[in-house]
């Protein structure tokens, strides 16, 4: 597997020639680019533009791992469900474009308090996840559903939008939250809901002794999982080049032997 960076938050105030820099000088190989970032990799880029950002990757070490949106499918206004699925179909044609193997989209809330039922709102999400990777699937590009959202990113809800969406072009973000474990504090149960369907994983905080990040990695190792996992982490105290830097010593001390 590999260690990237997310853009959100450390990086959020960083163009495209810093990120290339500072994971290059720190080792990181990749990274996924948060929209509304100062890097600015939107859908409103030219033509040229979008040519020179491809460019500027290709002729670095680090790969364009990603695009991260906010697009969700769960309002109860179709009209609002509808514009965030052009949104993503945009973002798609963005990320091919870019030359960029997928984009991350996300699930946020349900919507009971209103009288819709929970399985109505999951099954929503589901179809609309269809739609968008029947749609991505003619560009070469994957949809990434994040395990995010107070509710919805509890695994067995992550579960039934995946199976709602029953397309071999959607898959899972693995989000490192720690309502992944269970009440004796594991992630196995809940890992093996998605098992096969995790494309990418966000990690946080690797110091954190809340969440078992050693049995996460020996997880997606044992799964032959050579993706991307990357570091969504917010400013440090320390500067930034020397935290990335004892951020993937710590990486690299967690991976399974």
Request: glycine share 8%; proline share 4%; net charge negative.
């Amino acid at each position: 597997m590999k260690l990237g960076l997310v853009t959100y938050n450390l990086a959020k105030d960083w163009d495209v020639p810093t990120i290339i820099e500072m994971c290059e000088k720190t080792g990181f190989e990749g990274v996924e680019l948060r929209t509304t970032h100062a890097h600015g990799v939107e859908v409103g880029l030219s033509k040229a533009e979008r040519e020179e950002v491809k460019a500027r990757f290709a002729d670095s070490k680090v790969a364009l791992a990603g695009l991260g949106s906010a697009f969700e499918y769960d309002a109860v206004d179709p009209e609002e469900v509808r514009k965030n699925l052009e949104g993503t179909k945009q973002y798609v044609q963005l990320a091919a474009d870019l030359g960029c193997p997928g984009v991350k989209v996300r699930p946020n809330k349900l919507h009971e308090a209103e009288g819709v039922p929970k399985e109505k709102t999951l099954e929503q999400i589901g179809l609309a996840l269809r739609e968008c990777g029947e749609f991505a699937k003619d560009y070469g590009v994957e949809i990434r559903l994040e395990v995010h959202g107070r509710e919805t990113c509890l695994l067995p809800n992550i579960k039934a939008i995946m199976d709602a969406a029953a397309h071999d072009n959607v898959f899972v973000c693995w989000n490192s939250n720690l309502t992944d474990r269970d009440e004796n504090g594991s992630i196995d149960a809940h890992y093996a809901l998605v098992r096969g369907k995790i494309r990418l994983a966000h990690i946080t905080n690797l110091e954190d002794p809340q969440y078992p990040w050693r049995r996460l990695f020996e997880l997606l190792a044992a799964d032959g999982f050579d993706g991307f996992t990357l570091a969504e982490v917010g400013q440090p105290s320390l500067e930034p080049e020397r935290f990335l830097r004892y951020y993937r010593a710590l990486w690299l001390a967690y991976q399974p032997a």
